[in-house]
């Protein structure tokens, strides 16, 4: 079974700093997705960004990025130039492609921006 | 419509009363989710529609919980005999099938409320 683990409950940053989330996840698959959500007061699951396991790379979304470190099983996100609109719930999540292709979600980490 | 639509979008029940819980998904998604998220948790996986298929119904925390998707559109979560633990928001997510980035679409969920 996967697992996917958030260790901070809560964090805060002020509007233009930059902030770390983390996430740790545990598979024995190789192929598979990773995804940040975020979750605002409005309830609806928005996708932030997303890395498929196979790309180095790091993905990017404008102020948005992740550091993935397969080998680690962790896949942390920055958010760069925070913004009073970040505030919200942020989830990790994974999916094994073509097994299942439900989500499997984190507890969630309530982010606070603060001006 | 141009989301995930749910409804209602607020529920109060009495204890040992049944409920139903609706989910339009996006237009041409074959792939149906169900997720249920109690008061400041993530999102615990219920049930999972794709196509034609058998459901994934690993889920399903009791025999009191059901979920149909009629003509491979609307689905519905039948929650019999509630009881106070059932309380939380029920979300629905929509994916366009097995292929494509894996993101799923969510609505703005079902909140619950047994008394």
């Known amino acids: 079974a996967q697992t996917v683990t958030q260790s901070q409950p809560e964090m805060s940053v002020q509007e233009a700093e930059t902030v770390t989330l983390s996430c740790t996840y545990d598979?024995?698959?190789?192929?598979?997705?990773l995804f940040w959500y975020k979750q605002p007061p409005s309830r609806q699951m928005i996708l932030v960004i997303r890395?498929?396991?196979?790309?180095?790379q790091n993905a990017t979304e404008n102020r948005f990025s992740v550091n993935f470190q397969k080998a680690a099983k962790s896949f942390s996100l920055k958010i760069s130039d925070s913004q009073l609109g970040d505030t919200a719930m942020y989830f990790c999540?994974?999916?094994?492609?073509?097994?299942?292709?439900?989500?499997?979600f984190g507890g969630g980490t309530r982010l606070m921006v603060k001006p | 419509g141009a989301g995930v639509s749910q409804s209602p979008s607020n529920k109060v029940t009495e204890k040992g009363k049944d409920v139903e819980l609706r989910c339009d998904p996006i237009?041409?998604?074959?792939?149906l989710y169900w997720y249920r998220q109690s008061l400041g948790q993530g999102l615990e996986f219920l049930i999972y529609?794709?196509?034609?298929?058998?459901?994934?119904k690993s889920g399903l925390p009791s025999d009191r919980f059901s979920a149909e998707r009629t003509g491979g559109s609307v689905s519905t979560l039948t929650i019999q005999r509630t009881q106070q633990e059932d309380s939380a928001v029920y979300l629905c997510?929509?994916?366009?099938?097995?292929?494509?980035?894996?993101?799923?679409?969510f609505g703005e969920g079902s909140r619950l409320t047994v008394l």
């Open positions: 997510a929509s994916r366009p099938g097995l292929a494509g980035s894996g993101e799923l679409f």
């Open positions: 598979t024995s698959e190789n192929n598979y997705y």
């Open positions: 890395q498929e396991a196979y790309k180095q």
């Open positions: 999540a994974f999916m094994i492609p073509n097994a299942g292709n439900m989500l499997t």
């Open positions: 237009s041409g998604h074959t792939a």
């Open positions: 529609f794709q196509g034609n298929s058998a459901p994934d």
